[in-house]
């Protein structure tokens, strides 16, 4: 161990010592009593708890930890965990598109949200999101029906199949319960924005024959504006903070046929057709008092889970899930000139300056924001028969069908040939009621309410995903050795994945203002089996109390990509009944999603550098010279232009990305009272999906001697034999980056008695030893440790949750503190401002009154000492890291409870 690592392992158990950090799981230190058969996230085993406490480091959030958070929705308690990072979409991460607006998902190590593996009640859940989407949105998540969450922190692609790289979160749902309950939360921020409100019902009922579970979860949270937080965008203007706005102008900004770049007239009751110099202090545009730090989102949900018993040892099971997600984000107006050149000639009567220009940036404000909405349907049905064959096997069955639809739409988007037609005094006409209005583009307030109703109007795209799955499972106790039961379990699954999503038509046909996409469209299927075993290695010798060998295998057959096996193998071993050592080591593998293989597959002329223009002026030493002239280029070969026709989009010919990962660590329980525990991480991700631009897969090629890098490759680009000009050329991803990521982990929990309180403190503390990419072969590795990454979110050191609870009769409260240390802005020089973001802490209080069973009401306050959002240069959003800090500031919440 270097003394860096020894450094954070002494930090780390100085913490954990004076518990600071939750328990990534709690071992046992009782005598053999008598416990009953359990599954827990990591094995797919059934045996004791006591003999499978050593699978893996779990993070357990059970019924009790979600009321006392007052939290609304699965991802506001999971991102809160240090195990989480990086990026994934919130409501706070307002404008988070990587899987679609207003879908909420957990990122585990912050190794990406399709690299971790949410299953519900063990089993595999659809993609949601308004289309081809590549995670699990986790607004679908009936809150108020969970009855724990079990968060693995460790590779197990050999337990549960593709995916499970980073870690596994497993929602496990309430059993039934005779009565029902009803609860209601309110909220807001002190401010007097982000109201937030919630009522959860849920019925159960049980007999001899059977159990159901019913429940309703509705939701619905406002907006907060981002002015109020942010007033506007800051940058560094002569080694202070100032506005900087954007500059696509609200009057117009254009660039005269000399040269000069004017802005025309922004001013209310301005001169029409006044125009003066471009300065970016006085024209530039405040787009945050536009836009929402937060925003709104509505959420209804329904499920029911039952099970029926067909005979004492069978019994048939279901579960069924629907929810709907409506979410909105406003957006600032619309900018002409991004995606088509205006250019108007100085003779146009709309022209002033006298001269050709071209508009480069106009900003539509007469029209007002534009408004983006989103709605998804998530349906989900599971259906299945489990019984068991003696005391030592049981069994199951089941069928899982998942199905999700979504549509999102923008109001207020320019159709870009009408603009053209607006400027066309051939085809335009100026008196009332003309079928084409002309338009006048140069000067704030001159386009007229006519010119807006012809060149505005909504896009709608639409999409889905769907998932068909069939498992069976056997788990039991081959036999007994001398060191105890040999535990097995084995399966088979069957899994069919698609996804698809088809853009506006003038999105299609590149007519919108806006990106043009192609449609998506594609499947895939699975056929895996599955096997795990538990093996007794020794019992009650000298410093071995108990020995388990866990093993875990599987051969996964997908249809795009053929044969893929995993395995995983652990040590268990439990010194004496107080410490208890664990070890893991497994391979794990990602699975492309649907926009990586089928993302609407294009061509377009890219500003591309050819190396071997005139590569034969080259001296002849050089590897640029050898590899062009070995590869068949012409002497006095000159590149035609500095664009080459590239395909873009999705690539059918990805594989997998492969992951190694082991874990060690330990777990101390020095008594009932106290336990602790330590683990260190490592994960190696080979093969890691990456996009890299035509220009520089062709310089990494020819710079490459013998052309014997993996860009050289037919895949990546052809010649002409003849000419030798670049025929075919991509810049689809490509499986070649590599990832390396290490760290620890910490845990402690504490229990005891103050003055007739039962106190708990509870924590948990994740530290990042290194996060290093290496984009392809030969390329420098990015080092993001202790980086924010301007857009990937932060890759801090050292992240922390602790809480302390006291309980006494009816009352009982928490207090909770979520520590973010400080990272420097990866884009930033050390002296800028903004280079660094400090340690950040938020604090939490909540304090409960429950005179019995029937009722309980909750108070609590989140940042409760209001703490804002450091400054990064490299903003996602209001001067910050939107999906690491809080936007809302200090809030409070209310929540009623009753049962019968």
């Not at 909420?104 to 519900?120: D, E, P």
């Amino acid at each position: 161990m270097n003394r860096s690592d020894a450094a954070a392992v002494a930090a780390v158990l100085l913490v954990a010592g004076h518990a600071v950090a939750a328990p990534t799981h709690v071992a046992d230190t009782g005598a053999a009593a008598a416990l009953e058969k359990v599954h827990v996230t990591g094995s797919r085993l059934q045996l004791k708890q006591a003999q499978i406490s050593g699978v893996g480091p779990v993070t357990v959030i059970d019924a009790e930890a979600i009321r006392r958070s007052g939290a609304t929705s699965l991802e506001t308690l999971l991102q809160r965990l240090p195990a989480s990072a990086g990026g994934a979409g919130n409501q706070t991460n307002a404008y988070w598109t990587s899987n679609g607006y207003g879908t909420a998902q957990v990122n585990l190590r912050g190794l990406g949200i399709h690299r971790t593996l949410v299953l519900l009640n063990g089993r595999r859940v659809v993609n949601g999101g308004t289309g081809a989407n590549s995670a699990v949105d986790l607004n679908m998540m009936p809150i108020a029906m969970i009855d724990r969450v079990e968060v693995l922190k460790d590779g197990a692609s050999a337990v549960y199949g593709a995916d499970a790289v980073a870690g596994v979160v497993n929602v496990i749902t309430r059993h039934a319960t005779d009565g029902g309950e009803l609860a209601i939360r309110t909220g807001g921020t002190t401010r007097g924005d982000g109201r937030e409100h919630a009522v959860d019902l849920s019925w159960g009922q049980r007999s001899d024959r059977g159990s159901i579970l019913a429940g309703l979860h509705v939701a619905r949270s406002g907006d907060v504006p981002m002015a109020s937080r942010a007033p506007c965008g800051l940058g560094d203007v002569g080694g202070r903070l100032d506005c900087v706005g954007s500059s696509a102008t609200i009057g117009g900004r254009a660039l005269l046929a000399d040269g000069t770049r004017v802005n025309f007239n922004q001013l209310t009751g301005g001169d029409p057709a006044g125009f003066e110099v471009y300065s970016p202090s006085r024209h530039n545009y405040n787009s945050h008092a536009s836009l929402n730090a937060v925003n709104p989102i509505q959420r209804l949900g329904l499920s029911a889970f039952g099970t029926f018993a067909l005979s004492e040892d069978t019994e048939l099971f279901a579960e069924t899930l629907f929810s709907r997600r409506d979410s909105r984000q406003v957006a600032t107006p619309g900018v002409l000139g991004v995606y088509r050149p205006i250019k108007i000639a100085a003779d146009h009567p709309t022209n002033p300056t006298g001269q050709d220009l071209v508009l480069e940036r106009r900003r539509l404000a007469e029209a007002g924001p534009r408004m983006f909405s989103q709605q998804s349907d998530i349906a989900r049905v599971v259906a299945g028969v489990q019984g068991s064959l003696g005391a030592r096997w049981d069994w199951s069955a089941a069928l899982n069908w998942g199905r999700n639809t979504g549509s999102d739409g923008t109001s207020n988007v320019a159709h870009l040939d009408r603009v053209d037609q607006t400027l066309d005094r051939e085809v335009c006409g100026t008196a009332p009621g003309a079928a084409i209005p002309c338009g006048n583009y140069l000067g704030q307030g001159n386009l007229t309410p006519e010119v807006l109703r012809y060149i505005l109007g909504d896009t709608r795209d639409t999409g889905g995903n769907a998932q068909q799955g069939a498992s069976v499972n056997l788990s039991g106790e081959l036999l007994d050795l001398p060191a105890g039961p040999v535990g097995v379990a084995a399966g088979a699954e069957w899994r069919r994945e698609r996804g698809w999503r088809n853009p506006d038509a003038l999105t299609l046909q590149g007519l919108a203002n806006t990106n043009r996409q192609d449609p998506i469209a594609g499947a895939y299927t699975a056929r895996e089996l599955h096997a795990e075993l538990s093996l007794p290695l020794l019992k009650d010798r000298p410093l071995v109390k108990a020995l388990r060998l866990n093993t875990a295998a599987r051969y996964s057959d997908y249809s795009l990509f053929g044969g893929k096996s995993t395995y995983k193998a652990g040590l268990d071993w439990q010194v004496v009944p107080t410490l208890k050592l664990r070890a893991n080591a497994s391979t794990a593998f990602r699975v492309p999603n649907v926009p990586e293989l089928y993302g609407g597959v294009s061509e377009g002329n890219l500003t591309t550098t050819d190396p071997c223009s005139n590569w034969s002026a080259l001296p002849a030493s050089s590897v640029v010279h050898q590899n062009c002239r070995d590869a068949g280029v012409p002497e006095g070969f000159k590149q035609l232009g500095n664009t080459i026709l590239t395909t873009v989009g999705g690539n059918p010919a990805l594989k997998p990305e492969d992951a190694r990962t082991t874990t060690a660590g330990l777990v101390w329980s020095p008594s009932k009272a106290l336990t602790l525990t330590l683990d260190r991480y490592d994960i190696r991700i080979r093969n890691a999906i990456q996009s890299v631009s035509g220009s520089t897969k062709l310089a990494v090629c020819h710079d490459t001697p013998g052309l014997a890098h993996q860009f050289c490759d037919a895949s990546s680009f052809t010649r002409d034999p003849v000419t030798g000009e670049i025929d075919f050329l991509s810049s689809q991803p490509v499986n070649a980056a590599e990832e390396r990521m290490s760290g620890l982990d910490a845990g402690a929990l504490v229990e005891f008695r103050v003055r007739g309180f039962m106190t708990t403190l509870n924590g948990e503390l994740s530290h990042l030893r290194h996060y290093r990419v290496r984009p392809f072969p030969g390329a420098e590795v990015i080092d993001q440790t202790g980086k924010i990454t301007g857009g990937s979110g932060s890759y801090t050191q050292w992240r922390s949750l602790v809480s302390a609870t006291l309980a006494r009769g009816p009352w009982s409260g928490i207090y909770a503190i979520r520590t973010i240390g400080a990272a420097d802005d990866i884009n930033a020089k050390p002296d800028e401002l903004g280079a660094r973001a400090p340690s950040v802490s938020y604090h939490s209080a909540q304090l409960r009154y429950a005179p019995g069973a029937r009722w309980d009401v909750a108070v609590g306050v989140d940042n409760l000492f209001d703490r804002g959002a450091p400054f990064v240069k490299s903003y996602t959003d209001a001067n910050t890291d939107t999906m690491t800090y809080d936007l809302l500031g200090r809030r409070w919440h209310v929540r009623a409870g009753y049962r019968w």
